[in-house]
């Protein structure tokens, strides 16, 4: 997995509408990028919605916040659209990006992982539990207490 302290990896993959992202397009912002399991799922509807909840105060901080599941896109733009979620969610169908982010979980998903990403594409923290919580909450403290 990617340490705190490294070069958060860059990627190209598409958005829920099938456009490309990438990444590194996002340097000069903190970022939170964070891995979730299945989309319209309950823990992962939680954390997606916990972030979208918070979306102005990262905003008003210069924060991005990312989402990424093994998912295609059409499942990532359902889940999108039923929750209002106005930020990115990139579909991983291929698992290259969480492979690439050694969070690949046995079962062919992404573990719930979070990398708090400062504006130099430094890894600052990695949250690394299955609960959704934790994540908005310590993206928060990290992020938004400058």
Known sequence: MVAVGELAPDFEAPNQ???PFRLSSLRGSPVVLYFYPKADTPGCTIESKGFQEHLGEFASKGVRVVG???DDCPAQKAFAGKY???FPLIADAKKEVAGRYGVL???GSARRVSFLIDRSGKVLEIVDTSSPAPHVERARAVLLAT
């Open 68 to 70: 990424v599941s093994v």
């Open 105 to 107: 979980g046995p079962r």
């Open 84 to 86: 209002g979620l106005q």
């Open 17 to 19: 509408d099938g456009a």
